[in-house]
């Protein structure tokens, strides 16, 4: 059982928007930055959104990050067909002294 | 350009022992903190441990007492040492860089598998 919750799938169509959660505590999200990372099967995860909400280079503005709380959020809009994957939330954990995922969240684009 | 590459996996017995290393090159590795994390087969990644840039570690539960995390800054080195390997174990083992207090990681190696089995 993950410290992060995240939804096990989401779906939509393409062209749509998807949100995608991350549920902790005050001791990781409540207090911690959250980042977000694309994993396609075989392939080495890639960082979408770091710091709750900003992008790294390269990464199209269709990806959004926001913070509330204990709670993050990944959106993604004008979905594709190519951003089918599962999509990871990470912070530290000040309790556990470690970090932690979500256990992540398959979107699957209809 | 980054460049993160692991070595060390392999097939481990149960009980047995395993030192994944990593190698780091185009960045200056003893400014940052480096994790280990891992993905076991049909599973989500999980954040295994870390070593601060000054060598302090840190380890996820089930690891903590069968796991030691060190590096080598003289030599831009990561290791990881799994001791009393169990199955669950199994997995890809991915170096990365930790973005310590801003939590996250922008560069991974390829991965290095470790398959525990009898």
């Known amino acids: 059982q993950s410290v992060l919750t995240q939804p096990p799938s989401v779906s939509a169509a393409p062209g749509q928007k998807v949100t995608i959660s991350c549920s902790g505590s005050?001791?990781?999200?409540?207090?911690?930055?959250v980042s977000w990372y694309q994993k396609f099967p075989g392939t080495v995860p890639k960082l979408l959104i770091y710091e709750n909400d900003k992008r790294p280079s390269g990464i199209p503005d269709r990806f959004s990050g926001s913070k509330s709380g204990t709670s993050a959020t990944l959106g993604i809009t004008g979905l594709q067909t190519g951003d089918e994957a599962d999509y990871y939330c990470?912070?530290?954990?000040?309790?556990?002294?470690?970090?932690?995922f979500g256990g992540g969240t398959k979107l699957t684009v209809l | 350009e980054v460049q993160l590459l692991e070595s060390g996996g392999g097939l481990g017995q149960p009980g047995g022992s395993l030192r994944l290393s990593c190698a780091a090159s185009?960045?200056?590795?003893?400014?940052?903190?480096m994790v280990w994390v891992r993905q076991a087969p049909g599973k989500g990644l999980e954040w295994v441990s870390g070593?601060?840039?000054?060598?302090?570690?840190y380890y996820e539960d089930s690891v903590r007492g069968r796991v030691t995390v060190s590096r080598d800054n003289s030599k831009n080195m990561l290791y990881m040492q799994i001791n009393s390997l169990r199955t669950g174990d199994t997995a890809i083992y991915y170096c990365?860089?930790?973005?310590?207090?801003?939590?996250?990681?922008?560069?991974w190696g390829q991965g290095t598998l470790v398959t525990v089995s009898s």
């Open positions: 070593v601060t840039s000054d060598g302090t570690p």
């Open positions: 005050s001791s990781n999200i409540g207090i911690k930055d």
């Open positions: 990365a860089n930790w973005h310590a207090g801003k939590e996250y990681i922008d560069y």
């Open positions: 185009g960045f200056t590795f003893s400014r940052y903190s």
């Open positions: 990470l912070t530290w954990d000040n309790s556990l002294r470690a970090g932690v």
